[in-house]
Nanobody, 117 residues
Framework: VQLQASGGGLVQTGSSLRLSCAAS????????IGWFRQAPGKERQFLGS????????YYTDSVKGRITISRDNAKNMVYLQLNNLKSEDTAIYYC???????????WGEGTLVTVSS
């Protein structure tokens, strides 16, 4: 059972990025997927989540308006789109899987996003 976030890299201020979260060894259909990030020297921050069928999303206020989380269950993938990137978006981004009880049981290796002007 594994999750893997990908799509990070060095991006410019004001640009957009799309990260992917791939699952192996289990079916993402039955899980709420959340996106998190951890900036250097800071605690992990919850960004948002998407429900099993993708009909409901929740975004934290700090990124609301810039973030979109989507999923393609046929491909066993979840995506994070973040627009108008700022230097403070520099972090390692992770996805996690929850059975809907607020606890994230599965995590994968993150992907580093560095926003530079």
């Amino acid at each position: 059972v594994q999750l893997q976030a990908s799509g990070g890299g060095l991006v410019q201020t004001g640009s957009s990025l799309r990260l992917s979260c791939a699952a192996s060894g289990f079916n993402l259909d039955y899980y709420v997927i959340g996106w998190f990030r951890q900036a250097p020297g800071k605690e992990r921050q919850f960004l948002g989540s998407i429900s099993w069928l993708g009909t409901n999303t929740y975004y934290t206020d700090s990124v609301k308006g810039r973030i979109t989380i989507s999923r393609d269950n046929a491909k066993n993938m979840v995506y994070l789109q973040l627009n108008n990137l700022k230097s403070e978006d520099t972090a390692i981004y992770y996805c996690g899987a929850s059975q809907g009880n607020g606890r994230y049981d599965y995590w994968g290796e993150g992907t580093l996003v560095t926003v530079s002007s």
